[in-house]
C-alpha cells in the first residue's frame, strides 16, 4: 500500500528486509525509485498506482544491486534511469548469462524464493558523468553521486519537498555495508566522503527515506549521518563500538547484520594484512 512521507511523495515498503520504493508526483505522472520486491508487492504497486491515476513517467535505480533494479511489465516502457557508473556496472554484470541464475541461486536461501521477476531486472539508461538532476517533469531531484557501498550509487534529493532518498544509507536497521573491500578502492574514505555530501545537504531536509529501514524526519537525518559515521570509524580504526543495529539491541529480525558487521571486520583486516592499508 503506498504511503505518503511528504506533499507529492509516497513510499511501498516490501516486506523483504523493509525496501523502500519511492513515488514521486509530477505534472503527467509519477518518478518510480528502486520498485521491488517480490512479484506480489510489484502487483499491488501497479495496482495502487493505477487506481490512483498515477502513471510512471520515469525511473530511477540509486544503485547496481539486484533488489534496486527490478521492474514489472505493467509498469510501462518509461525511461529507467541510474548515474552512468551505476549502468555500466550492471551492463557489465548483465554481460555474463549466468548472471540472474545467480541471483536466483542466492535468493534460495531467502523467504523470497522464486518470488522475484528478473525479466526486466536492469534495463536502465546511463545518465552522462555529471548530470545533476533527473531528467524529468516533476520537481527538480537532485542526484547526489558518491562511490559508498557500490559504484555509482546516489542518493537524490528532492528539492521542492525536503526529502532525501538515500539509498542503501542512512537506515535505522543497516549498518553501513561498505564497497568492495577485496578490491583497490578506498572504501572507508568512500564511505566518509558520501556522508560529508549527505551532510551538506541535511539543512535542507525534512524526511529521510533508505532504502531498507524506517522513514525519519528532520531530527533524523544528522543523527543517522552522525551514527554512520561513528560505525565507520570504529570500523577503521578497529575499535569495538556500541551500535543499536548490531549485537542484543539489533531489531527482531534484523539479528543477522551482527554477522555482516563480523564479516566486514574480517575482511577489512585481511586487506589490511595484504597491502597496509586501513581499509
Not at 523483504?16 to 503527467?28: E, I, K, L, T, W
Not at 522464486?114 to 539508461?125: A, M, N, S
Not at 528532492?158 to 568492495?180: F, H, K, N, T, Y
Not at 529521510?208 to 543517522?224: E, F, M, N, T
Request: glycine share 10%; net charge negative.
Amino acid at each position: 500500500m503506498l504511503r505518503q512521507v511528504a506533499e507529492g511523495v509516497l513510499i511501498h515498503q516490501s516486506e523483504f528486509v523493509q525496501s523502500n520504493a519511492v513515488v514521486v508526483q509530477g505534472r503527467a505522472g509519477v518518478l518510480l525509485i528502486d520498485p521491488g520486491v517480490t512479484g506480489s508487492e510489484l502487483d499491488c504497486l501497479v495496482n495502487d498506482l493505477h487506481e490512483s491515476g498515477r502513471p510512471v513517467v520515469a525511473g530511477f535505480s540509486t544503485h547496481p544491486h539486484w533488489d534496486h533494479l527490478l521492474w514489472h511489465a505493467r509498469l510501462g516502457e518509461a525511461p529507467r534511469y541510474g548515474t552512468a557508473r551505476c549502468a555500466a556496472t550492471v551492463r557489465d554484470q548483465l554481460s555474463d548469462a549466468g548472471a540472474k541464475a545467480r541471483i536466483a541461486a542466492h535468493l534460495l536461501e531467502t523467504e523470497i524464493a522464486g518470488q522475484v521477476p528478473l525479466d526486466l531486472l536492469g534495463l536502465i539508461t546511463g545518465l552522462p558523468a555529471e548530470t545533476a538532476r533527473i531528467p524529468w517533469d516533476g520537481p527538480h531531484v537532485r542526484i547526489i553521486e558518491h562511490q559508498a557501498h557500490a559504484p555509482g550509487h546516489s542518493a537524490l534529493l528532492i528539492e521542492e519537498r525536503g526529502v532525501l532518498v538515500a539509498g542503501d544509507m542512512l537506515s535505522d536497521v543497516l549498518i553501513p555495508m561498505l564497497g568492495d573491500v577485496n578490491g583497490t578502492d578506498d572504501v572507508i574514505g568512500d564511505y566518509l566522503a558520501a556522508l560529508r555530501l549527505m551532510e551538506e545537504v541535511a539543512d535542507d531536509v525534512d524526511v529521510i527515506i533508505p532504502g531498507h529501514g524506517s522513514v525519519g524526519g528532520a531530527d533524523q537525518v544528522r543523527a543517522r549521518i552522525d551514527q554512520d559515521r561513528a560505525y565507520v570509524h570504529a570500523l577503521r580504526d578497529r575499535r569495538d563500538l556500541s551500535d543499536p543495529r548490531i549485537g542484543p539491541s539489533a531489531k527482531p529480525g534484523w539479528e543477522w547484520v551482527s554477522d555482516v558487521h563480523a564479516g566486514q571486520l574480517q575482511r577489512l583486516a585481511r586487506r589490511s594484512e595484504r597491502d597496509g592499508t586501513p581499509g
